[in-house]
């Protein structure tokens, strides 16, 4: 057989048949669905009588629109908690897993299916959201879906697709100081640009890529959508296997023993064609943010913002004039020291444990500055205790920091925690389109480290300096 | 999805071009959890007054037109968003047809989806249908899918095309999952290969 890369081995194996037009239905080994995108496909179910074909393989969450406030209270928005409901109807009517608000493994879908073994490597894994591309750190074939193929999901445990392009993005070398996943994964976009990938699934390879936890290559696979790709995805080794073992629901025993077995033959062949290839050296990235309103535009912490002027494209130099004014940032301006209202630690690309530690430990024995406000929101109600066993909680509260409850929170403007118009927040989120976190917002991306740097120095600031 | 093969019901008339998917359902209805319901938020800011109440001059407040099921409209229609909430609405109001002389793409796919069948026809031919859309309680269509025409209150025939494959579906009533489901035996047989195979592959049940 001709030599396969990583995606052309689990869509073979996937693939139940290929219509005649090119079209193939492909099998879905597990769907996630959550409050927001899944009430019209169940009530196309209902109306059309008929059932989930395997709710075993499905598992419900609700994220999006929870508050991360004190849970004993009631939801105070009316839709969003018509939204919870209406899920908590569908779940229990259709015979759907179901982690409620008040269980403690509730949390961000793409934080909880790794955490409890329910995405595992080899699996092709679907949700009615862009960002289901996380999955792929474990080896899987994941990505997001819209209302109409949830519902088709559903009803046949696959789904219509072709087959997307090929592409590797290698990063070698040993990442600098203050540099992690998401310093790399900016880069990356930086480079390739937010169409980089479009009509690919790439697969991230190379000596840093393999150095990283799992906690890093989710934040990798997490921003592969933000680079146009389809999906993306990291080939099982080691350390997926380590960290999926004694997961709640991953194989035990003799079956786990069977799927590393199987795990480990699928890795992209030797000499397997990729469409597109770009490498990057980890030695050349620094710790990176964004400065404008779409996630390719990456700046160095030591760099200066970009000047329109130095732009001939006519459109490129209005678009960029656009971004610099929404974000009140001057052309030429040192964007170290730019000054920060919010500080969000959080959202599916950064709230696992590993992120939480790497916040801790700056901001230990540090204050928040003052006027600034600054949160952390777990994953995952499991993250959160987990972080609260090891003491990370007391650092974070000594330092002046929320501590919340689980949920996508400030990532987007859909509960109850929102930027204001004008306001600047450092974010580990995934998104800076305007208005993202709240209508007039202006969001900077980068690190766990970065973020927490510049809570407690008000500013935008290079991390390294705090070491 | 409902079949559609034959239709005989009131038309009426919008005789409107670029009626975007914002004046079909508004943005701010959309944050329901419901395909069904949105009938009475369909054509919202024409469809009511200031003051919530019924708007008198509109067509589809009158009689017969509030029980129409064909719509005839000018060029562009559903141009605007991808929001399925459009046909939603349609659907939900009653509407199983719409004629125009053309569609937007997106809600042009997004009507077949939803068991609505969108028809093009030339302009001139959409301001006769019109005309017979004023005849009060005369003013019935006849959509014959099978023959592809639309039969007037004069007896004339329309002819019109539609795509096989799509047309196939509608007269089936068949979506994607109905088309899908037809390759259920090999979707059957994958499983018990898969089960086999991946017998560690573990199924989700909480207590
Ligand atoms: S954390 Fe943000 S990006 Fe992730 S699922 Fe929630 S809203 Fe989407």
């Known amino acids: ?467 | 999805m409902e079949k559609f093969v034959t239709l005989s019901a009131i038309a009426a008339a919008l005789p409107e071009a670029n009626i975007d998917t914002d004046k079909i359902i508004p943005a701010r209805f959309l944050k329901t959890t419901q395909r069904t319901g949105l009938g009475k938020h369909a054509f919202d800011a024409m469809r009511y007054l200031p003051d919530g109440t019924e708007n008198p001059d509109f067509v589809l407040n009158q009689q017969p037109w509030r029980k129409a099921e064909i719509l005839v409209t000018y060029d562009n229609l559903g141009c605007g968003s991808s929001r399925e909430h459009a046909p939603w609405a349609l659907l939900d109001f009653g509407i199983r047809c719409v004629i125009a002389p053309s569609f937007a793409d997106i809600f042009f796919n997004n009507c077949f989806k939803n068991g609505i069948l969108p028809i093009r026809l030339p302009r001139e031919v959409c301001d006769e249908l019109m005309g017979d859309a004023q005849m009060g309680s005369n003013a019935r269509l006849t959509v014959d899918l099978p023959r592809q025409v639309v039969i007037r209150p004069n007896g004339e025939e329309v002819p019109f095309e539609i795509d096989a494959f799509r047309k196939h579906l509608l007269l089936e009533g068949l979506d994607d999952i109905g088309q899908t489901l037809k390759h259920e035996s090999n979707i059957t047989t994958y499983e018990k290969r898969r089960d086999q195979e991946k017998s560690w592959l573990p199924t989700i049940h909480f207590d």
């Open chain 1, 1 to 467: 057989m001709a030599a396969r890369t990583l995606f052309d081995k689990i869509w073979d194996d996937h693939v139940v048949e290929t219509l005649p037009d090119g079209t193939s239905i492909l099998y879905i080994d597990r769907h996630l669905i959550h409050e927001v995108t899944s009430p019209q496909a169940f009530e196309g179910l209902r109306l059309a009588g008929r059932r989930l074909r395997h709710p075993e393989r499905t598992v419900a969450v609700v994220d999006h629109n929870v508050p991360t406030s004190d849970r004993s209270q009631p939801i105070e928005e009316a839709d969003s908690r018509n939204q919870i409901e209406t899920l908590e109807r569908n779940v229990k009517e259709f015979g759907v897993p179901y982690f409620p608000l008040l269980s403690a493994n509730q949390g961000i879908v793409h934080v909880v299916g790794p955490e409890q073994g329910i995405s595992l490597p080899g699996m092709t894994i679907v949700c009615g959201d862009s960002h289901t591309s996380t999955h792929g750190a474990l080896g899987s074939l994941a990505f997001g879906i819209g209302t109409s193929e949830v519902e088709h999901v559903m009803a046949t445990q696959t789904i219509l697709q072709r087959p997307a392009k090929n592409m590797r993005v290698s990063v070698d070398g040993t990442p600098g100081a203050g540099v992690s996943a998401k310093d790399i994964m900016l880069a990356i976009i930086g480079h390739i640009g937010t169409a980089g990938g479009t009509g690919h699934v790439i697969e991230f390879a190379g000596s840093a890529i393999r150095g990283l936890d799992m906690a890093g290559r989710m934040t990798i696979c997490n921003m592969a959508i933000e680079a146009g790709a389809r999906a993306g995805l990291v080939a099982p080794d080691e350390t997926t296997f380590d960290y999926v073992r004694n997961r709640p629901f991953a194989p035990k025993g003799e079956g786990f023993d069977q799927a590393v077995a199987y795990w480990k033959t699928l890795a992209s062949d030797e000499g397997a064609h990729f469409d597109r290839e770009v490498t990057l050296r980890a030695e050349d990235i620094g710790p990176t943010l964004t400065w404008g309103t779409s996630p390719e535009t990456v700046l160095a912490i030591t760099d200066t913002v970009p000047d329109p002027a130095q732009e001939t494209d006519e459109a490129v130099k209005a678009q960029m004039q656009r971004m610099l004014d929404y974000m009140g940032l001057e052309a030429g301006q040192k964007i170290a020291g730019t000054p920060v209202d919010v500080v969000f630690i959080g959202s599916c690309t950064n709230s696992r444990i590993e992120d939480l530690r790497m916040a801790a430990q700056i901001a230990a024995g540090r204050k928040v500055a003052p006027g600034v406000r600054a949160m952390i929101v777990p994953g995952s109600g499991n993250v959160k205790r987990q972080a609260e066993e090891e003491g990370l909680d007391r650092i974070f509260l000594d330092a002046g920091f929320e501590w919340r409850e689980a949920g996508c929170s400030m990532c987007l403007g859909m509960n109850p925690d929102r930027l204001t118009p004008g306001q600047r927040c450092a974010s580990t989120s995934n998104r800076n389109f305007e208005g993202r976190q709240g209508p007039g917002g202006r969001t900077h991306l980068l690190s766990p480290a970065m973020a927490a740097a510049a809570a407690v120095t008000g500013c935008l600031t290079d991390v390294r300096e705090l070491a």
